[in-house]
């Protein structure tokens, strides 16, 4: 998930070109052009559902009152998060969707899953218009990251954080189908689930391909839509098709893990400090990819900068991992954990 979520976020940084579909640079060279096809196709609007899926799915196996505060202190956390260094952060929404798990907690199985329907035609309603907007060649939104005065950009910040959901709308229906399996432990016994996710995996991913696919040709340049507004919205629907089917996958990966080998436990630590290793990718890409910074998203292209995401990502989970050996929290989870203890303490 944190791969997947590294290599659309690294996309972003990048600057000083004519922005095309999607707000994606317009790139000439042939494999720029195909990778990002392929991060559009296998990725965009499919790391973050998939991301919401797993957090609702947690959110409702935890006591309300725990998972109150937890939502509050994400919400906190996104703020700075965007303000400092990533305007397009999800920990403020993920704390607003986890108060909306709460309060969907006492419906009806059938009513999530219808709920989660309608969600998925307003996702197609609200994304499509988002995403078809004619392109002159100019950014459309995170206009922060091509400004080169830091204080000028950080002022852009927190506007860009509330624009933020409108992209991402499809989250709101991943989370709710996570609710839903919540109830039936579907990934915390995946051996007896295993029917329902394979035809989640096969369908999901099958349908998240297809439905990426015009996206991809349009960014790699192949092809320009006749419909953008269609494409766009088709593109937002599969995604939350998408990350069901990944995190489905990764279900019956899991049950098959009888006795995990060094690199499952590196990556397992990684999903242990998950709120590290996403700031930690954010911290990175900042000093690395920012105009007011070392300014390489001006220069690198589509298949570096996601060969730089992968890179980042692999240094979170050997960093997971050397936590993990010397038995220490991640530094936000710690951080976290203790927020959440000093507001329920006496005073």
Aim: net charge positive.
């Amino acid at each position: 998930m944190l791969a997947l979520i590294a290599l659309v976020n690294s996309a972003v940084y990048l600057y000083g070109r004519p922005y095309g579909v999607r707000n994606h640079i317009v790139e000439t060279d042939l494999a720029d052009r195909l990778v990002s096809a392929v991060v559009m196709v296998f990725a965009d609007s499919r790391a973050y559902p998939m991301f919401a899926f797993l957090f609702a799915y947690g959110v409702a196996r935890m006591a309300p009152e725990r998972a109150r505060s937890r939502n509050l202190w994400l919400i906190v956390f996104g703020f700075v998060h965007a303000v400092l260094l990533f305007p397009g952060d999800v920990l403020g929404l993920y704390g607003l969707l986890g108060f909306g798990v709460i309060a969907t907690s006492r419906l009806k199985d059938r009513t999530l899953l219808v709920l989660a329907a309608v969600w998925l035609v307003l996702t197609a309603v609200v994304q499509g218009g988002a995403y078809s907007m004619p392109s002159n060649g100019e950014r459309s939104f995170f206009w922060s990251f091509e400004t080169a005065d830091p204080l000028a950009a950080l002022a852009l910040h927190p506007v860009e954080w509330l624009m933020t959901p409108f992209g991402l709308f499809g989250v709101g229906a991943a989370a709710l189908v996570g609710v839903w399996a919540a109830r039936r432990e579907v990934l915390a016994e995946p051996e007896r689930h295993e029917w329902l996710l394979r035809r989640v995996a096969a369908w999901g991913i099958t349908a998240a391909v297809l439905g990426g696919l015009p996206s991809g040709l349009a960014v790699a340049g192949v092809w320009h839509p006749g419909v953008p507004w269609l494409v766009a919205a088709v593109h937002a629907v599969t995604g939350v098709a998408g990350g069901l089917g990944y995190a489905a996958l990764i279900g019956l990966i899991s049950a098959r893990i009888k006795r995990p080998n060094a690199v499952v436990r590196a990556v397992a630590a990684c999903g242990e400090r998950s709120l590290s290793c996403y700031l930690f990718q954010s911290v990175v890409f900042v000093l690395l990819l920012k105009p007011y910074t070392l300014g390489l998203g001006g220069t690198l292209g589509s298949a570096e900068v996601a060969l730089l995401a992968l890179a980042t990502w692999l240094v979170s989970v050997l960093l997971a991992d050397l936590l993990r050996r010397k038995d220490v929290r991640g530094p936000a989870e710690t951080l976290l954990r203790k927020a959440r203890e000093l507001r329920s303490s006496p005073v």
